[in-house]
């Protein structure tokens, strides 16, 4: 069974940064891509960013293309996004995903629970 779990989620105020984690666990064999999607509310999931196995492939959506940074490490079992500039539109529950397929993250095989990202105008 695979876990995933995501932290770092919080209040911040727009223009400010948050670090997301996500620590995977169980019985993942690798390669595979590690990714974040989030759902406001009354919003459909959407997908954030992508990295691939060696972290050299990343992919963003375009609203946060500049602003966040996905990494991670394979030591560790995580994934990190790092936000800057957040703003309110960022606020929403961010979702950790796992999808064997690479980093179009199109069929993820695995979520994490969310943390949820506030942000304050």
């Known amino acids: 069974q695979v876990q995933l779990v995501e932290s770092g989620g919080g209040l911040v105020q727009a223009g400010g940064s948050l670090r997301l984690s996500c620590v995977a666990s169980g019985r993942l064999f690798s390669p595979y891509a590690m990714g974040w999607f989030r759902q406001a509310p009354g919003k459909e999931r959407e997908f954030v960013a992508a990295a691939s196995w060696s972290g050299f492939s990343t992919r963003y959506t375009d609203s946060v293309k500049g602003r966040f940074t996905i990494s991670r490490d394979n030591a560790k079992n995580t994934m990190y996004l790092q936000m800057n500039s957040l703003k309110s539109e960022d606020t929403a529950v961010y979702y950790c995903?796992?999808?064997?397929?690479?980093?179009?993250?199109?069929?993820?095989?695995?979520w994490g629970q969310g943390t949820q990202v506030t942000v304050s105008s």
């Open positions: 995903a796992v999808d064997r397929g690479g980093v179009v993250m199109s069929t993820p095989d695995y």
